[in-house]
């Protein structure tokens, strides 16, 4: 069943109970509590409802009502939709299988909602690999996980700070599979999501980079010939059909050139690669005591039947249930999620 909408409808998972799922999501709500009150969407907060109840009482945080999914065709502004079955108390900064559990049925039910075109997109919070193993759900992730759930074999990770945008050719793997997962058709792959994501996101000629996986490009061979032999072929047929790719790109200078806006995207060959820049340009730290004080970025999900994004941190147990977490990047996410999102899902 199709609900009728009338305003964009996100799903945001809390993620892990004991991290900084439930708070970064409260205070999400908080901030953007002008444009839930004008319509301009609505957040369905995915999670164990007394987690939520109880992370506002301690911290002081509004906390919507709890619906049930027949109340989304009536639903303004926020509202909690509780997973199936509801968790044991979690403790904050504890790995439980409970807590693994808990941030798998969370996206679970999201996916289900957006594959049935109930809502506009899912936001994910962090969740805690090692707690989601121990409840059964070997994944490696959130992006292994949605792709079993939707029966994508292929999706792509794309990290982003505002303008920064990074997708990757293989993700969670070790250094040493890189290359033989680099072929040219996932390097195509990669490059056509993000292309495609670019002119949905109002980009009309969106302008690409490959980064190398070798130093340097290879030095003409010397220190590899990957790019010479990979790359630079795939390059030169993607610009024979007048797309705009540039590359193989030395890795210690495609990203300054993303910087400096020469590119709208950049294709990273590994986790780290792509990782590295984005998380060292979006999290903000005090020098004098070593902490984060914020965390922006972005995690988009291409090649899925849905809309996915995601905040680019963990759950970061070492802070949870102390109020000092920051939602910029969940805030982030949500305004890029709406930014995909096509009209139809508007109405």
């Not at 004008?38 to 007394?50: K, N, T």
């Not at 289900?112 to 809502?119: F, G, H, Q, S």
């Not at 490009?217 to 010479?228: N, S």
Request: with cysteine.
């Amino acid at each position: 069943m199709r609900y009728p909408v009338t305003r964009p409808i996100l799903a945001v998972t809390i993620g892990d109970p004991a991290g900084i799922g439930p708070e970064i999501a409260l205070k999400a709500v908080r901030d953007l509590a002008p444009r839930l009150d004008d319509g301009a969407l609505s957040l369905l907060l995915v999670g164990d409802a007394a987690t939520l109840q109880r992370t506002g009482a301690d911290l002081g945080l509004p906390v919507p009502d709890t619906i049930t999914e027949a109340g989304l065709d009536d639903m303004a502004g926020a509202a909690i939709l509780a997973t199936p079955a509801p968790a044991n108390t979690i403790a904050p900064g504890k790995v439980s299988p409970d807590g693994g559990e808990q941030a798998y049925r969370a996206v679970e039910l999201a996916t289900r909602l957006a594959m049935e075109k109930c809502i506009a997109g899912i936001v994910t919070g962090p969740l805690n690999k090692e707690a989601l193993h121990l409840a059964g759900h070997d994944y490696a992730g959130h992006t292994e996980m949605l792709a079993d759930l939707t029966g994508v074999r292929d999706s792509v990770m794309m990290l982003a700070h505002g303008d920064f945008r990074v997708s990757h050719v293989s993700t969670h793997c070790a250094l040493q599979d890189v290359t033989a997962r680099a072929t040219p058709e996932r390097i195509s792959r990669v490059v056509d999501l993000t292309h495609d994501t670019l002119i949905r996101m109002g980009i009309v000629a969106p302008r690409i980079a490959i980064a190398a996986l070798n130093p340097h490009a290879g030095e003409g061979g010397i220190f590899g010939r990957h790019d010479i032999d990979v790359t630079e072929p795939l390059v030169r047929d993607y610009v024979a059909r007048g797309r705009d790719v540039i590359g193989p790109v030395p890795g210690d200078t495609v990203f300054v050139k993303l910087k400096a806006g020469q590119y709208d995207a950049v294709v990273a060959m590994y986790h780290d690669q792509g990782h590295i820049p984005v998380k060292l340009l979006g999290f903000a730290v005090d020098r004098e005591t070593g902490r984060w004080t914020g965390m922006s970025g972005v995690n988009v999900t291409l090649g899925l039947p849905i809309i996915r994004t995601s905040v680019d941190h963990g759950t970061a147990f070492d802070i949870a249930g102390q109020g000092i977490a920051d939602s910029n990047s969940l805030i982030e996410a949500i305004d890029y999620a709406l930014q995909l999102a096509p009209d139809s899902t508007h109405t």
